[in-house]
């Protein structure tokens, strides 16, 4: 029997589930995961990795980033400048949709480093657009 080989992806996903559970496990509900916007042939487009909504109503766009171990800043430290742009803009696109006026909005950060979850609220704005 050969061992299965684990993926990025797989390890991804994995990472996403962990993050969910733990913000369900604090009332939020899921509203989308992998939320993606297509920008065209020659831009890369959006992800958000989970959209969930806190019990006070508040939408949070949440980027999860899984790393082996805290080697290099750690999984906290790849949300990149690039990042937080590509994020906004679904945020952007998710959020023309809405069907009444916006809701109060916020980024957050789940970073996995080995088996160490650390959840950033707020870890970044939407001036990042800029």
Known sequence: MLASKVTTTSLGE???SRALAYLQSRGW?????NYRVARGPSRRGA???LIMQEPDGTVVFVEVRQR???AHGGAAASVS???QRAC???AQHYLQRWPTAWPPCRFDVVAIDGDHLQWIPAAFDASAAG
């Open 47 to 49: 992800e958000i990795d």
């Open 14 to 16: 994995r990472g996403e």
């Open 88 to 90: 906004i803009l679904g």
């Open 81 to 83: 400048y690039s990042k």
């Open 29 to 33: 509900t899921l509203l989308a995961r």
């Open 68 to 70: 082996h171990g805290r």
